[in-house]
């Protein structure tokens, strides 16, 4: 079993930035994939990013290319979300996930469904 704890959440205004962490409770968790969704009230769950074990692959979903870069470091069993340039559309709750696939298509990824999630952290940006 793993255990995802988020931090780094808050308000902040358009254009600004935030950092969210997601520490994993077991070395064990450095063989999945680890990622990011995120849910706006009244929306389905959307995918916003992914990483593959090694941190060498990386995934976004389309609303956040060139703005959001994931990435993680394997000894500290954590990944992070580095998001600039937020806009009022990006406010949900961020959801860490991990054990999931991400295929690619032409035009857009697509996530399987994650075996772990985080309890998730509040992104608020206002305008």
């Known amino acids: 079993q793993v255990q995802l704890v988020e931090s780094g959440g808050g308000l902040v205004q358009a254009g600004g930035s935030l950092r969210l962490s997601c520490a994993a409770s077991?070395?064990?968790?450095?063989?999945?994939?680890m990622g990011w969704f995120r849910q706006a009230p009244g929306k389905e769950r959307e995918f916003v990013a992914g990483?593959?074990?090694?941190?060498?692959?990386?995934y976004y979903g389309n609303s956040v290319k060139g703005r959001f870069t994931i990435s993680r470091d394997g000894a500290k069993n954590t990944a992070y979300l580095q998001m600039n340039s937020l806009k009022p559309e990006d406010t949900a709750v961020y959801y860490c996930?991990?054990?999931?696939?991400?295929?690619?298509?032409?035009?857009?990824?697509?996530?399987?469904?994650?075996?772990?999630w985080g309890q998730g952290t509040q992104v608020t940006v206002s305008s």
């Open positions: 990483i593959n074990w090694s941190g060498e692959i990386t």
């Open positions: 077991t070395r064990t968790s450095t063989s999945y994939t």
């Open positions: 996930a991990a054990g999931f696939t991400v295929y690619e298509t032409d035009s857009t990824v697509v996530p399987t469904t994650p075996s772990y």
